[in-house]
Every structure is written in structure tokens, then in C-alpha cells.
């Protein structure tokens, strides 16, 4: 009997005393079955103890993965991008899921099983190599059924640090100027750049780095003023 005392079905017992059915379709949802006997003078018992049978047919659909905050070294928590080659991703999913997370480069990275709230988290056990790694998870919960691959994470692993050059004077600086300007390049795109990334090294003379042109870009024109003295300066970044 199904939990509204709904009949699934009645089957002969063996001779010692086993027996078993297969019932019709139950929809999903949770069930309290019980069954009764009755011998062969027609003495019916009375219904067994219940047995709690949760159907689950529906496939989940998994949200894309995230790279966890302390993972992405960007120009923000969210930009995707990072120096870390063995990042940690996580989300949520159904409580107790188990998450196999993939590279569209590397293949399945492993494996993480989520808590009762579904929040997971997956740390690469190996390195990944620089680059774009779509991430991608498919999740298979307790009741055995596994969704399709999730939206994607676009991941950029950039483990490389940029090649500089520096030139001086520029911007018409000249011997006996008080300010010196020295254009520095980049082979790579580069952020956050500020006056405290650079010191100076000086020989008969004092100056200040004062200012930078730009926070981001592939070149930077880097202002040193206050200069007093004769000798030399050397920018060192």
C-alpha cells in the first residue's frame, strides 16, 4: 500500500514465507508503504510497519562553477583571471551532490562532495597551465541522477610575469630639469600600476617618485620630480 492506503499490487507468498512486487509507477515525492497478509482462511493482519521510499527522477540543472575570491588574483574578485595554478572552484548544488569538475583543456580535474546545504568547493590537485581553461561541472545527486555538463567558466591562467624596459629622459626631459619622466613598457597588459611599484637608485643626487600616467596599460610614463643636486638616477622597478 502506498501512503494514501492506495493498493500497488498483491503477489502469493513462497512456501517460507518470502515475497516480493513490482509496483506501478509512484510519482516523486516520499512514500510510506506498508503491506498486509492474509492467510488462507482470509485473516487479514494488520498493516506492517512503514517503509520510507523517496523517488527522485528529476535531473538538476548545475549553475557554471565559480573561482573562489582567494583564487583570483585579477584587477577584481570576479574578472576571472589569476597567477594561481591550482585555483579553487566551488558553488551550490543539491545537498550531498557529488561534482565532477572538468577543463576544456585537461579533461576531469576531479571530484567534490557537497554538504547538506549543497555548497561545494574543489581545489586543483595539479597544475593547470597558463591559458584559457573553459570549467565546467556535472553534478550526480543521491538518488544516482546526473545532469548534463553546467554553463561554462571562462578561467585565464596567466603564471608569466612581464618582460619591462625602461627608456629616459621623455616627454622633453633634459639634463638640469627638476622633474624626470622615463617611459616604462610592458610586453603584457599591466594593472594596479602605482608610484610605490618603483624606488630610485641615485648617485650626487635626491628625487621622488611622484606620479604614474596610467594604472593600467602595456607602457607607463613614471614622473620622478623634486630633483636636486648633481649625479645620476637610476629608476629600478
Not at 498483491?10 to 512486487?21: E, K, L, R, V, Y
Not at 528529476?58 to 583564487?71: F, K, R, W
Not at 551550490?92 to 555548497?119: H, Q
Not at 538518488?143 to 629622459?169: F, K, Q, Y
Amino acid at each position: 500500500y502506498d501512503s494514501n492506503n492506495e493498493p500497488l499490487g498483491s503477489t502469493p507468498s513462497h512456501i517460507c514465507g518470502a515475497w516480493g512486487i513490482t509496483s506501478s509507477a509512484l510519482v516523486d515525492g516520499t512514500h510510506s508503504l506498508t503491506a498486509k497478509a492474509t492467510d488462507r482462511a482470509g485473516n487479514v493482519s494488520v498493516a506492517s510497519a512503514p517503509l520510507v521510499v523517496v523517488i527522485d527522477t528529476v535531473v538538476a540543472t548545475s549553475a557554471a562553477p565559480d573561482l573562489a575570491d582567494g583564487s583570483d588574483t585579477g584587477t577584481s574578485n570576479s574578472d576571472n583571471l589569476t597567477t594561481d595554478t591550482t585555483p579553487t572552484f566551488g558553488g551550490t548544488v543539491e545537498p550531498n551532490s557529488k561534482v565532477t569538475v572538468s577543463s576544456s583543456v585537461v579533461g576531469v580535474l576531479g571530484n567534490a562532495t557537497a554538504n547538506g546545504s549543497g555548497v561545494w568547493s574543489y581545489t586543483a590537485g595539479t597544475a593547470l597551465a597558463s591559458g584559457v581553461h573553459n570549467i565546467s561541472i556535472v553534478e550526480e545527486d543521491v538518488a544516482g541522477n546526473t545532469s548534463a555538463a553546467s554553463a561554462l567558466l571562462e578561467l585565464t591562467i596567466d603564471s608569466t610575469a612581464p618582460e619591462i624596459s625602461t627608456n629616459a629622459p621623455a616627454s622633453g626631459s633634459t639634463a638640469g630639469d627638476a622633474s624626470v619622466v622615463f617611459e616604462v613598457n610592458f610586453n603584457d597588459t599591466v594593472h594596479n600600476i602605482s608610484a610605490n611599484d618603483f624606488t630610485l637608485t641615485t648617485v650626487g643626487t635626491v628625487g621622488t617618485v611622484s606620479a604614474v600616467s596610467v594604472t593600467s596599460g602595456s607602457s607607463v610614463n613614471v614622473t620622478v620630480s623634486s630633483l636636486t643636486g648633481d649625479g645620476t638616477i637610476r629608476l629600478d622597478h
